[in-house]
């Protein structure tokens, strides 16, 4: 008696058929572009006591049929691209992959029909079928049409072929190819004007007004005005943005009745010489503002230190080993051998040679007055502390830290 089975997990079923005869069948949907190969192990068990089995592996393709379209990387495309460029220039690239496998997957592109401004899109623009490379046909003018779309297909080589599209987005930015255009005067004809000017004008009077334009765009349209050559310069001047021509002074009887003036209208083209020197200004601003910055730290670093140095030096000495005292020193932290009546305050600069010491009472008769003071110079000290403290200026820092230590009593 014999079983056969296969092992879990795999899309198929063992279905018996005849006497020892198994049909392999699918369990469900297979997508080879999610699993393309099946390695199914089929095992024959017998009813023996004990059971014996052997196994046999069964490898398995599934085909690949054409259920997938292209899909573009992008939902959306743009492309720039400065007017009067060379025919053949490269605009962008679009790409689309297919999952499905040899011819089914490869994909092939191309332009669906238009128009872009009244002519074929083809006439503009060409893709290339294998790579998705979009290429200008011919050269653009900005003045003419700023922005256009177009649609790409991408189309698999499946039967039946699958497709997709996607939009592209032409943009043509603007080149500074215009000259300015005066409107007034008339350039028709004779391009010179006639202005009458009452013989009583006063300084910043208009007299006339040159307009001019220029079908470039943004900056590159902005224009200036200048005068270029007159009868007598300090006369007249004209507004550099507004062409307005005025009187810069009061005309007098002395001026000429006749004055010539020629004016020139010019746009205000890219300097790049203007750029830099910016550049250059910013990066010196930058500079100083940073050494001042630096400046100003150190300055308030010294000054801290400045005012932390006098404590550190009165924090680090409060201790002097009672070895190093004098034998007749007295302790007056509330331990000594002075009573508790006597009541004194202290006085010591920092560094100095002498020092003071005002004893203040009460009610002992046998102390000093308040107003008396009795002066202690360096070798005074030295009299009392003996030679172990060295220099008269290491005598008075110990006294120094006693006196603050008893005043805090």
């Known amino acids: 008696?014999?079983?056969?089975?296969?092992?879990?997990?795999?899309?198929?079923?063992?279905?018996?058929?005849?006497?020892?005869?198994?049909?392999?069948?699918?369990?469900?949907?297979?997508?080879?572009?999610?699993?393309?190969?099946?390695?199914?192990?089929?095992?024959?068990?017998?009813?023996?006591?004990?059971?014996?089995?052997?196994?046999?592996?069964?490898?398995?393709?599934?085909?690949?049929?054409?259920?997938?379209?292209?899909?573009?990387?992008?939902?959306?495309?743009?492309?720039?691209?400065?007017?009067n460029n060379k025919p053949g220039s490269t605009l962008c690239s679009v790409n689309a992959r297919d999952p499905d496998w040899r011819q089914n997957g490869t994909v092939v592109y191309s332009l669906l029909a238009g128009e872009v401004n009244g002519a074929p899109v083809s006439s503009y623009l060409s893709v290339n079928g294998d790579t998705g490379v979009i290429h200008a046909v011919r050269s653009f003018d900005y003045e003419q049409f700023r922005s256009f779309k177009i649609h790409v297909m991408a189309r698999d080589n499946g039967s039946p072929p699958l497709s997709s599209n996607m939009t592209v987005s032409v943009f043509i930015s603007?080149?500074?190819?215009?000259?300015?255009?005066?409107?007034?005067?008339?350039?028709?004809?004779?391009?010179?004007?006639?202005?009458?000017?009452?013989?009583?004008?006063?300084?910043?009077?208009?007299?006339?007004?040159?307009?001019?334009?220029?079908?470039?765009?943004?900056?590159?349209?902005?224009?200036?005005?200048?005068?270029?050559?007159?009868?007598?310069?300090?006369?007249?001047?004209?507004?550099?943005?507004?062409?307005?021509?005025?009187?810069?002074?009061?005309?007098?009887?002395?001026?000429?009745m006749k004055q010539n003036l020629v004016t020139a209208v010019q746009d205000l083209s890219y300097n790049e010489s203007n750029s830099k020197l910016?550049?250059?200004?910013?990066?010196?601003?930058?500079?100083?503002?940073?050494?001042?910055?630096?400046?100003?730290?150190?300055?308030?670093?010294?000054?801290?230190?400045?005012?932390?140095?006098?404590?550190?030096?009165?924090?680090?000495?409060?201790?002097?080993?009672?070895?190093?005292?004098?034998?007749?020193?007295?302790?007056?932290?509330?331990?000594?051998t002075l009573r508790s009546a006597y009541n004194y305050d202290a006085y010591l600069t920092t560094g100095s040679r002498t020092s003071d010491f005002k004893y203040v009472t009460s009610y002992n008769d046998n102390t000093l007055p308040a107003d008396q003071t009795l002066k202690k110079s360096p070798s005074d000290f030295t009299?009392?502390?003996?030679?172990?403290?060295?220099?008269?200026?290491?005598?008075?820092?110990?006294c120094h830290q006693k006196i603050f230590s008893s005043s805090q009593k």
């Open 174 to 256: 603007d080149v500074n190819d215009n000259s300015p255009q005066i409107l007034y005067p008339s350039p028709e004809g004779n391009s010179f004007m006639t202005e009458l000017v009452p013989k009583a004008a006063h300084g910043g009077s208009l007299v006339s007004k040159v307009i001019a334009v220029d079908a470039d765009s943004g900056q590159n349209a902005w224009l200036s005005y200048h005068i270029v050559k007159s009868t007598d310069p300090g006369l007249f001047t004209i507004g550099i943005h507004s062409g307005e021509i005025r009187t810069q002074r009061d005309i007098s009887e002395s001026d000429s």
């Open 1 to 83: 008696m014999v079983r056969c089975s296969i092992q879990q997990g795999v899309p198929f079923k063992l279905v018996p058929s005849i006497k020892n005869y198994y049909s392999l069948v699918t369990t469900g949907q297979l997508d080879r572009e999610l699993v393309s190969d099946y390695n199914i192990t089929i095992t024959a068990t017998d009813e023996g006591s004990p059971p014996l089995s052997s196994s046999k592996s069964v490898q398995l393709s599934v085909a690949d049929i054409n259920d997938n379209p292209p899909v573009f990387e992008e939902q959306s495309y743009s492309a720039y691209v400065s007017e």
């Open 278 to 336: 910016t550049s250059y200004l910013i990066i010196a601003l930058v500079s100083v503002s940073t050494f001042f910055l630096t400046f100003i730290i150190i300055i308030l670093g010294l000054r801290f230190c400045r005012r932390r140095k006098p404590r550190l030096l009165l924090d680090g000495a409060v201790a002097i080993p009672s070895g190093y005292l004098p034998p007749n020193y007295a302790d007056v932290d509330g331990t000594g």
């Open 383 to 398: 009299d009392v502390f003996g030679d172990s403290y060295g220099s008269p200026e290491v005598g008075s820092f110990h």
